[in-house]
């Protein structure tokens, strides 16, 4: 039976169109699940939208429409842009699902009765015409985010959920399993601040929401955010449905992806839940760190002051998918924070895609053309100089398959232009040009020919996963078309006497102050 995998990116809310920043995760999820799927494995990717609560009936207000209206168009945008990007997804969930309801209503009626839940009191600043409850840090001048009108303190009945009971399993839990939570430095932040000095119970419920998921035995009271949302990743493969055959087939997952600012909830919340429903907790949680748009996070309610062309629906159709694709991927080290500016985008795309990877490929492909027709060169022997060359280029292929066994997608994916780069210096070395011209060195111009020809079929194998629509066009002229990954230890993947299609440029040179100035007219 094949491995499975089971990889989710968090569920967005949909107040707003999604951004680059959204993309970003997932577009790390797709190539890590693209990765996985190319390894052999059985793989469930899941995505989807969190649709409910009082940000979204407000967006709808402003749009002038139903909740309902305004949520099917947000979705529709979502899907084209995840289509846009290639997105993989085997699912999209959408919390406003009815078997997403009804398994959130029967998740909740267990916690109650397994005593996990009670009612209580829940105080909080209110705004009456907006009917929403803030806490003294989201106040602005003491007064509503909002509106900018007074609040008042004010008490309402709600449900708790007593997270405040899980301290003890969760210090055990990140004690017994140090890599439950990646990069290892959330981990600290999660024990010191927030378990060791004591976890207060969770408000679970609220009668002043009204868009959302009622408690079944009690319905004037709405189930509130974390229960709702977190539970998508169980719900989503049929938990508390009639067909719950995917869930026994791929929980736990293998890791949850979330940016740095939700992993509170999914490491301290969701394994808390689990563990008083009884169930088992997710390999992994992984929190990366933002992608900075001049220093700021581009929450989505700042996105029209950001200068810079930041529409992936812009810069994909203009500059190809994987462009896109490419630049997510590598500028921000993976859990970390790193910035985004479109100027370095276009300087990358010249510097990595055009001038490494473009040039590796178009110089190879028309040397073959000139000195073999473009037929694949059999090579009876390889020199100290190319096998100097696979050595590093297997030892990258090791590093890639490593970083992505940590899900390092920046550094898997420098790996492969490494690779690239190799090949570009290994030109230079060989000068497959002098080489030609010299009597009696046919052999020696095989074996730097199928040299370069291997690494370029090995990295294009490799690089799938992160950009494929360019790989696959290369791969495909090479005559490969395996689904998995194949030959990837040796400098063999190519089949002598075949003769390779041609191929056209895989990305055209650009003049870079031409094009910022042409996207300031776009955005
Ligand atoms: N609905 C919740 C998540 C519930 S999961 C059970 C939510 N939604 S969100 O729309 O605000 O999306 C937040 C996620 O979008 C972040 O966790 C992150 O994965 C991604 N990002 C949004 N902007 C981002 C950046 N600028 N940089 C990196 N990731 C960003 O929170």
């Given at each position: ?88 997804y085997d699912k999209f969930i959408r919390t ?86 990646l990069p290892s430095t959330r981990v600290n ?153 479109t100027e370095n985008f276009l300087t990358k ?175």
């Amino acid at each position: 039976m094949k491995e499975k995998f089971y990889i989710t990116t968090p569920i967005y809310y949909p107040s707003n169109k999604f951004t680059l920043g959204n993309c970003y995760t997932t577009v790390i999820c797709d190539t890590i699940a693209r990765f996985n799927r190319k390894q052999g494995k059985d793989v469930f990717f899941l995505t989807g939208t969190d649709e409910h609560g009082q940000k979204i009936s407000l967006s709808a207000e402003k749009a002038g429409k139903s909740e309902k209206q305004y949520l099917d168009e947000m979705i529709a945008d979502a899907k084209a842009l995840w289509s846009l990007l290639g997105i993989t997804y085997d699912k999209f969930i959408r919390t406003t699902d009815d078997y997403h309801e009804k398994a959130v209503q029967k998740i909740f009626n267990k916690l109650y009765e397994k005593g996990y839940i009670y009612k209580g009191k829940y105080s909080g600043l209110y705004c009456t015409p907006c009917e929403s409850f803030w806490t003294e840090s989201q106040l602005v001048d003491g007064k509503c985010p909002d509106c900018g009108r007074e609040v008042k303190l004010q008490e309402e009945e709600a449900y708790f959920f007593k997270l405040s009971e899980f301290s003890d399993k969760l210090l055990a839990l990140y004690k017994e399993n140090p890599t439950f939570l990646l990069p290892s430095t959330r981990v600290n932040e999660m024990v010191n601040n927030f378990i060791k000095p004591g976890l207060q119970d969770l408000c679970v419920s609220r009668t002043s929401v009204k868009w959302g998921v009622p408690v079944e035995f009690d319905p004037k009271h709405t189930i509130y955010v974390w229960i709702d949302a977190l539970s998508n990743y169980i719900t989503a493969l049929g938990y508390e449905s009639d067909d719950d055959s995917l869930f026994k087939k791929f929980w736990p997952a293998d890791v949850h992806i979330i940016g740095k600012e939700i992993v509170r909830f999914h490491a301290i919340i969701w394994p808390a839940m689990l563990m008083a429903l009884d169930l088992p907790l997710p390999k992994q949680i992984f929190g990366h760190g933002w992608m900075l748009f001049g220093g700021d996070k581009l929450s989505k309610s700042k996105t029209a002051n950001v200068k810079e062309c930041v529409d992936p629906r812009i810069l994909a159709p203009r500059y190809s998918r994987d462009s896109v694709r490419y630049i997510l991927l590598r500028e921000i080290p993976f859990g970390s924070d790193g910035n985004y500016s479109t100027e370095n985008f276009l300087t990358k795309f010249n510097a990595d895609l055009c001038n490494n990877f473009g040039n590796l490929v178009s110089r190879t492909f028309s040397m073959l053309k000139k000195y073999f027709d473009s037929v694949v060169p059999a090579v009876k022997e390889y020199g100290a100089n190319e096998i100097e060359l696979q050595n590093k280029v297997l030892k990258e292929k090791d590093n890639v398959l490593a970083y992505m066994q940590s899900y390092d997608v920046s550094k898997a994916i420098t790996s492969i232009f490494n690779i690239f780069s190799e090949a570009n210096t290994y030109i230079q070395l060989a000068q497959p040009w002098a080489v030609a011209k010299q009597e009696g060195q046919e052999e020696s111009l095989k074996a730097i020919m199928r040299s370069l020809l291997e690494c370029i079929r090995l990295g294009c194998e490799l690089l799938e996963p992160f950009m494929p629509d360019s790989s696959q066009k290369v791969l495909s002229a090479l005559g490969i078309e395996n689904k998995e990954f194949s030959n990837l230890d040796k400098f063999e993947g190519l089949k002598a006497g075949q003769k390779l299609s041609e191929l056209s440029i895989l990305f055209p040179r650009l003049d870079i102050a031409k094009e910022l100035e042409e996207l300031a007219k776009l955005s």
